[in-house]
């Protein structure tokens, strides 16, 4: 009889322990955040392994470089990354996957809600459009590319290139994101990705730069810098001169035009001119105009002027800011762990487990 009491003490014991270690969240249930600010907190855990890495191998790679090919390198894979980017480095992405398996999520993350602001975008075609902002090739890789994107799904168009503005104003920055090829969260994802990539150094800390941005941005201010860093000193309220910068700095990007070229947008005149062929001609007239409307729109048509551009955020506040998505995350990730269903299940099987074990040794002890 006392040999079967201290049985049951010691099940009781070795099973309150099992259910304790069930619902104490860790790393091993981490589940895929929900909001950027969980993101970012996985960013940072990421260039810190990328800085480990980095001291282990005695690298000359960069901490901010590994960091942003690692996250775009699922998606944006093609030779024409890897030209802008650098190729990306397989032996830290074995790294990465040794020491923290989980972060392979960020390769795949899509659609993430802005909690500031309650607005989605696209994760990893931000980091990719950063990574180009960062490189200097912003407009090919950012809103160039998807306008393009855009303007080809008329091509061959004889309208007017007011009319294929008509034909095309219902799919551009759309919140309807499956019906379009430049929905919104890639719209908010190419306008961040130029103001946060065009502000980074090698040095910056891509956590830090992303919290101290998204803890500051509205819709007014994200368009504002946008354009001071793609446009210059510009006044949004004359449609026709705001239309032509904008059209201006699209067909005149180098990368523009070799993207066109490789796709045969582009030809030579009678006198070895380069033009764009007539079938894409009003189409991309027409997004670039769209591009500017929007702009012009989203301003109220306010003068923009190169010389009221905020500075970048300081060492101080992007520290703060980081921290608190720190300390949010962990609350977030606590919270998370008590509704988790897995949580339920394996606190289903504890109890399912010492409720037989204490019939066994009740039927012993009869």
């Avoid at 602001?117 to 075609?125: A, R």
Wanted: proline share 2%; charged share 20%; aromatic share 10%.
């Amino acid at each position: 009889m006392a040999q079967t009491k201290k049985n049951v003490r010691w099940i009781a014991w070795i099973v309150s322990v099992v259910l304790l270690f069930s619902i104490v969240p860790g790393n091993a249930y981490a589940e895929s955040p929900k909001n950027l600010t969980g993101l970012i907190q996985q960013v940072d855990e990421l260039q810190q392994l990328a800085d480990a890495y980095i001291q282990q191998n005695q690298s000359n790679a960069q901490a901010l470089d590994l960091t942003i090919n690692y996250i775009r390198s699922k998606r944006y894979t093609d030779f024409t990354w890897d030209m802008i980017l650098g190729s990306v480095d397989t032996a830290f992405a074995s790294y990465v996957e040794n020491q923290s398996p989980h972060l392979a999520q960020l390769q795949q993350q899509q659609l993430i809600t802005i909690k500031e602001t309650g607005e989605q975008l696209d994760f990893v075609h931000l980091i990719a459009g950063i990574g180009a902002a960062y490189k200097g090739v912003a407009v090919v890789c950012t809103w160039g590319g998807d306008c393009i994107q855009l303007a080809e799904q008329i091509k061959g168009s004889s309208k007017s290139e007011e009319e294929c503005i008509q034909a095309l104003a219902p799919y551009f920055a759309t919140k309807q994101e499956n019906d379009s090829l430049f929905p919104q969260s890639d719209w908010i994802a190419d306008l961040d990705g130029v103001n946060i990539g065009s502000a980074l150094t090698k040095q910056s800390n891509l956590a830090e730069q992303l919290a101290a941005y998204y803890k500051q941005i509205d819709e007014y201010s994200r368009v504002y810098r946008f354009v001071q860093t793609q446009f210059g000193t510009v006044d949004t309220g004359d449609t026709a001169s705001f239309r032509a910068t904008v059209k201006d700095t699209f067909f005149n990007d180098s990368g523009v035009q070799l993207f066109l070229m490789s796709k045969e947008y582009i030809t030579l005149d009678d006198e070895k001119n380069t033009v764009i062929v007539p079938s894409m001609q009003q189409p991309l007239n027409a997004v670039c105009s769209l591009m500017a409307d929007t702009i012009g729109t989203l301003l109220q048509g306010q003068v923009v002027t190169v010389d009221s551009i905020q500075s970048a955020p300081t060492e101080s506040v992007e520290s703060n800011a980081i921290s608190e998505v720190q300390t949010a995350e962990k609350g977030d990730k606590t919270a998370a762990a008590w509704k988790t269903p897995r949580f339920f299940a394996y606190g289903a099987i504890v109890t399912a487990v010492a409720f037989l074990l204490v019939l066994v040794l009740m039927r012993n002890r009869d």
